[in-house]
């Protein structure tokens, strides 16, 4: 079974960078869609970014502009960076495919937006 591990959120202020990872524990990223995912308290878990196998990409509304998915194959990492960070972005941000049957879901990152 694949192992997910995010890192690379905090505390950050209005306005700021995060660039979180997704480590993987094979090779899949050049077989699996690939999906960011985020969830705030109290709220269902939601895509923020997807990117297929072949590079495209796409971005939920609320973060298009601001944040850029992208995948080092050779590292088995993939990457969301994080721009124009807003109170609103803060969530525990997961990786995962972009398909109904996931991987089992790592611990997530935490990210937390905040003067």
């Known amino acids: 079974q694949v192992q997910l591990v995010e890192s690379g959120g905090g505390l950050v202020q209005p306005g700021g960078s995060l660039r979180l990872s997704c480590a993987a524990s094979g090779s899949i990223f050049n077989i699996y869609p690939m999906g960011w995912y985020r969830q705030a308290p109290g709220k269902q878990r939601e895509l923020v970014a997807t990117i297929t196998v072949s590079g495209s990409t796409k971005y939920g509304d609320s973060v298009k502009g601001r944040f850029t998915i992208s995948r080092d194959n050779a590292k088995n990492t993939m990457y969301l960076q994080m721009n124009s960070l807003k109170p609103e972005d803060t969530a525990v941000y997961y990786c995962?495919?972009?398909?109904?049957?996931?991987?089992?879901w790592g611990q997530g990152t935490q990210v937390t937006v905040s003067s």
């Open positions: 995962n495919r972009d398909h109904p049957f996931k991987f089992d």
